[in-house]
């Protein structure tokens, strides 16, 4: 079975800008989840989907969004970039909700 | 508000001695907790996960996990170090936070074995 598979791997942006990620979950995983993984806050929740709908949240702004479709692909967008907003963004599918989840490797981004 | 606390930033073990990676956490209600290991230039991985049962867990790669209530502990274990176990190792935890579920990450301990 295929892992799942982010694209781009890497992205470099100015302020302001917006950028959108892709996320391809495992096949037949209903749920997809994004991170934020930056060497300060470490490993944070942004939120999660579940057949189309975002189930759950964490705490982020409202500048950090996403969307699933009826494929379970995933994408997450953030709209005028801050230089804060650089970091590792995974994306992570499990079967269920929230339950066992499989990483894929993630999309660096850098705000410049 | 839920958390996980692993206070060791990092672990150094020598090869073939038993290793611990310690976690404590914080949640409302009944605690989904995992382990996961991100390995140099590769993934976050699943290790193993409790959700009710046995409170002592079996996953991959020989690694097992105590979960104890009173405590609020659920600690990675292994009885035998390998150098190939070096790596970084995530204690997370399944819980509700006002109104949604979330996953709450700790910050990470890096394992060192030392051959």
């Known amino acids: 079975k295929a892992g799942v598979t982010q694209t781009p791997r890497y992205l470099i942006k100015t302020r302001g800008q917006q950028v959108t990620l892709s996320c391809s979950p495992i096949?037949?995983?209903?749920?997809v989840s994004w991170y934020q993984q930056t060497p300060g806050q470490g490993l944070q929740f942004l939120f999660e989907?579940?057949?189309?709908?975002?189930?759950n949240k964490g705490n982020f702004p409202g500048r950090f969004s996403g969307r699933q479709f009826s494929n379970s692909r995933s994408e997450m967008n953030v709209s005028t970039l801050e230089l804060g907003d650089s970091a590792l963004y995974l994306c992570?599918?499990?079967?269920?909700?929230?339950?066992?989840?499989?990483f894929g490797p993630g999309t660096r981004l850098t705000v410049l | 508000a839920q958390s996980v606390a692993q206070p060791e930033d990092q672990v150094n073990v020598a090869e073939g001695n038993p290793l611990t990676v310690k976690c404590t956490y914080s949640?409302?209600?009944?605690?989904?907790l995992f382990w996961y290991v991100q390995y140099p230039n590769r993934g976050l991985q699943f290790l193993l996960k409790?959700?009710?049962?046995?409170?002592l867990v079996k996953g991959s790669y020989g690694f097992e996990a105590e979960f104890n209530k009173s405590q609020t502990s659920f600690h990675l274990k292994k009885p035998s170090a390998l150098v190939s176990d070096s790596a970084l190792y995530f204690c997370?935890?399944?819980?509700?936070?006002?109104?949604?579920?979330?996953?709450?990450f700790g910050t990470g301990t890096k394992l060192q074995v030392i051959p």
């Open positions: 992570a599918s499990s079967a269920w909700t929230l339950d066992t989840q499989y």
């Open positions: 096949s037949g995983h209903r749920s």
């Open positions: 989907y579940f057949s189309e709908t975002q189930r």
């Open positions: 949640v409302s209600g009944n605690p989904y």
């Open positions: 409790y959700i009710t049962g046995d409170n």
């Open positions: 997370a935890v399944r819980g509700n936070s006002g109104g949604y579920q979330k996953v709450t």
